[in-house]
Nanobody, 118 residues
Framework: QVQLVESGGGLVQAGGSLRVSCVASRNILSFNTMGWYRQTPGKQRELVAVIDSGARTNYEDSVKGRFTISRDSAKNSVYLQMNSLKPEDTAVYYC????????????WGQGTQVTVSS
């Protein structure tokens, strides 16, 4: 069973920066994709950023130019650097990993709270 452990959430003022981290229990290069999602109460979980096995990245429109997803395979870690934070970025941020091969398996971390004050 794969475990994903997030850290780095917290409270920050609007315009500030925060980096959240996700450590996987196995080699992250074995996954097809790894990504960050976020969720606020009463809303569906939404994709924020994703990085695939070839290090290609994709971002939700509202975070383009402000957030950067990266990885360090030596540390089995994926990061989300968040700059120019806005109050609407407030959410629980979840790390996700999707396995290679079929059938695909999707794994989730426990989430980390990010709160941006105005």
């Amino acid at each position: 069973q794969v475990q994903l452990v997030e850290s780095g959430g917290g409270l920050v003022q609007a315009g500030g920066s925060l980096r959240v981290s996700c450590v996987a229990s196995r080699n992250i290069l074995s996954f097809n994709t790894m990504g960050w999602y976020r969720q606020t109460p009463g809303k569906q979980r939404e994709l924020v950023a994703v990085i695939d096995s070839g290090a290609r990245t994709n971002y939700e429109d509202s975070v383009k130019g402000r957030f950067t997803i990266s990885r360090d395979s030596a540390k089995n870690s994926v990061y989300l650097q968040m700059n120019s934070l806005k109050p609407e970025d407030t959410a629980v941020y979840y790390c996700n990993a999707v396995s290679s091969g079929f059938p695909r398996a999707s794994y989730w971390g426990q989430g980390t709270q990010v709160t941006v004050s105005s």
